[in-house]
């Protein structure tokens, strides 16, 4: 069945540094979405891509999904306290159901 | 945007009894929910998709007789946790319009 994997799982970064995640799918996703999650809270929408090779910015936050729709990532330049948590994308394919890769843990040191 | 809630936030329970968690959404009609399980430090899990006015779809691996799903109208879905034993404490999620909002989550501890 359809797969998607998230590297790295845990990343610790000095805050000023840049963090990037990635995605990869065993098929060809319709579309990818990216979350967020706090420590304790629940996963708050992101992003979603759908086109190719499409790139969307968020002031700091740099999505990508490739060319052949089967991977993604997210990047964050000059990474702050507040970046900290969970992220996830989640992969929606011929299916129709989204699947969450693993997630990546951000910690961001002051 | 669109809201998701969730009730309750945090239940406790002894082992074998049955809890009800619902979902609702505030502000749209979603004629299909999903629900999701995400134990910790782990990823969410798709549990089944509930859909307005007609059987919920289960995924392979989720007893359909255990985790009982209602979806009786457009903005209101429950799960219902029958025979709660301890391995079924988690972070029970809801979502609706298209999986882009989430609810608050059901944390559930079954002692």
């Known amino acids: 069945g359809q797969q998607v994997m998230q590297i790295p799982q845990y990343q610790h970064v000095q805050e000023g540094e840049d963090f990037t995640t990635y995605c990869n799918s065993s098929?060809?996703?319709?579309?990818i979405q990216w979350y967020k999650q706090r420590p304790g809270g629940h996963p708050v929408f992101l992003i979603q891509?759908?086109?190719?090779?499409e790139v969307k910015k968020q002031k700091r936050l740099t999505f990508q999904f490739g060319e052949a729709k089967k991977n993604s990532s997210l990047h964050i330049t000059a990474t702050q306290t507040t970046d900290v948590g969970t992220y996830f994308c989640a992969g929606r394919g011929n299916t129709g159901k989204l699947i969450f890769g693993q997630g990546t843990t951000l910690q961001v040191k002051p | 945007g669109a809201v998701v809630s969730q009730h309750p936030s945090r239940v406790i329970c002894k082992s074998g009894t049955s809890v009800k968690i619902e979902c609702r959404s505030l502000d749209f009609q979603a004629t299909t929910m999903f629900w999701y399980r995400q134990f910790p430090k782990q990823s969410l899990m798709l549990m089944a998709t509930s859909n307005e006015g007609s059987k919920a779809t289960y995924e392979q691996g989720v007893e359909k007789d255990k985790f009982l799903i209602n979806h009786a109208s457009l903005t209101l879905s429950t799960l219902t946790v029958t025979s709660a034993h301890p391995e079924d404490s988690s972070f029970y999620i809801c979502s609706a319009a298209r999986e882009q909002f989430f609810g608050p989550g059901t944390r559930l501890t079954v002692l």
């Open positions: 891509l759908v086109k190719s090779g």
């Open positions: 098929t060809t996703l319709s579309n």
